[in-house]
């Protein structure tokens, strides 16, 4: 914004004319679930608005005129300051909705922009996530299109407002609701809008990730628009939902279950019913419960030891297991049990060197070597493991000397070869040799490595 002479605060007008509204100087309580009353007792609201929107405006009385209202009993002194300013600039008026937007202010400054006559401060009163339900309930019925669908993206929005919003005449305030984090909570939103008769409407619902999952189903199940059924392929949840349909009856059942408490405990799932579910003779209901995130570790320690090798594997997959847990499964006698438990990067990295490392099947010492991050340990296994398997993982590690990364790249195995070809940090010196190996898969490897700056073999 160009620099223009500072505007004295001191001049604008009185706080009683800014708004149109008989307020008190001072400051007083105001409930975020009703509107202040006439009679309400608000802060200074001209100079103090202005100050802490911009510090030190520069515009204050065409701000107050173009933006806030003047009032009708306004002084002739303020009429004639406005008209000797002349129009606000585009740019100052941006300045503004991007302040009001995004500032938390007393709500009685909320409601009272909500009356505003220029409809950007009203939309930015809508975006603000500090709004009170009261004031956004007030926009919800804006005549503004652009107003209503800024209520319908606030994350502070209520079920019952969004609801109400899922009727807008507007197809571009229906879509935004999709948009909204607290969309997964309104199920008869997302039941109203999945039906929708607009296609973008209901193209919007199909991409969100807040849809719930038997919704997504139904959606799919009726659909005959091509670029809502492809918006639902690409939703992951969708996806996890047709899945979903390959479980047995009961498991179907369970997760049905957990997605009614999660939407209606706000995310909690209560453990006593997964206790209870945990002894079910379904298999597919135990593997559930072995891999959600909210299993309690007793739990998990119990499935440890679980008859079933697949519900085993996914305890051990599970991103909140505990090194408790993890010991129980160490030593399994099942390959993927303990490879998952490996490769599960919420694990210690250390935890798993320790026990898994000297693991008879290659492809878990494999997946070790692949976590590991101490140059002296990479070497040593280079120089035991025999395992073509590890070996490659060794040659593709970052960490692995460079004097080891020399001794791989003359490796009777061309897989290990490249796996040294394709590390970044093998020497120009050894990926210039590799760039002219008899293997032509190698040697592209070392042609294409970022580290050598290759111009012909």
Not at 190 to 214: C, G, Y
Not at 441 to 457: R, S
Request: glycine residues 2%.
């Amino acid at each position: 914004m160009e620099k223009q002479n500072d505007f004295n605060v001191d001049l604008v007008v009185p706080q009683r004319l800014v708004f149109g509204m008989q307020v008190s100087p001072r400051g007083g309580p105001f409930s975020a679930n009703k509107a202040p009353s006439k009679s309400a007792k608000t802060p200074k609201q001209g100079p103090e608005l202005l100050k802490k929107l911009f510090g030190s405006p520069k515009q204050g009385p065409e701000l107050l005129k173009k933006l806030f209202g003047s009032p009708k009993e306004a002084k002739k002194e303020l009429k004639e300051m406005v008209k000797s300013l002349g129009k606000v600039r585009d740019d100052f008026v941006k300045e503004v909705y991007d302040k009001v937007s995004k500032v938390k202010l007393s709500q009685e400054y909320f409601y009272a922009l909500s009356d505003s006559p220029d409809w950007r401060l009203r939309a930015a009163v809508a975006k603000n996530p500090h709004t009170a339900q009261v004031t956004l309930e007030k926009l919800a019925m804006d005549k503004k299109d652009a107003v209503r669908k800024n209520v319908a993206e606030n994350f502070s929005i209520s079920e019952k407002l969004l609801k109400m919003l899922a009727k807008d005449k507007s197809a571009s305030v229906r879509c935004a609701i999709a948009s909204n984090k607290e969309f997964r909570y309104a199920y008869d939103a997302q039941v109203l809008l999945s039906e929708d008769k607009d296609a973008e409407v209901r193209t919007a619902v199909a991409k969100s990730p807040e849809t719930r999952e038997k919704i997504l189903v139904t959606m799919y199940d009726k659909e005959k628009d091509l670029m809502v059924l492809n918006a639902l392929e690409e939703n992951k949840n969708f996806v996890k939902a047709m899945e979903r349909r390959k479980l047995s009856r009961e498991a179907q059942k369970f997760m049905d279950d957990v997605d009614d408490q999660l939407q209606d405990e706000g995310g909690r799932v209560d453990p006593d019913f997964l206790f209870e579910n945990a002894h079910s003779e379904d298999e597919q209901v135990r593997r559930i419960i072995a891999s959600m995130n909210s299993t309690p570790e007793n739990l998990l320690l119990l499935l440890a030891g679980d008859k079933s090798e697949l519900v085993r594997a996914s305890v051990a997959s599970n991103h909140q297991i505990t090194k408790p847990v993890a010991k129980k499964l160490v030593k399994d006698s099942s390959k993927k049990v303990r490879f998952n438990l490996a490769r599960n990067y919420h694990l210690d990295s250390i935890f798993v060197s320790n026990h898994l490392l000297s693991d008879k099947a290659d492809d878990v010492r494999a997946m070790v070597v692949a976590r590991l991050n101490s140059p002296s340990r990479l070497a040593d296994v280079a120089s035991k493991d025999k395992s073509k398997n590890v070996l490659m993982s060794v040659a593709y590690n970052d960490n692995t000397p460079k004097s080891t990364l020399r001794k791989l790249a003359s490796h009777e195995s061309y897989k290990v070869r490249r796996a040294v070809a394709e590390n970044h940090q093998t020497p120009r010196v050894v990926l210039s040799e590799l760039a002219k190996d008899e293997n032509v898969l190698v040697a592209q490897a070392a042609i294409e490595n970022p580290a050598i700056v290759y111009k012909g073999v």
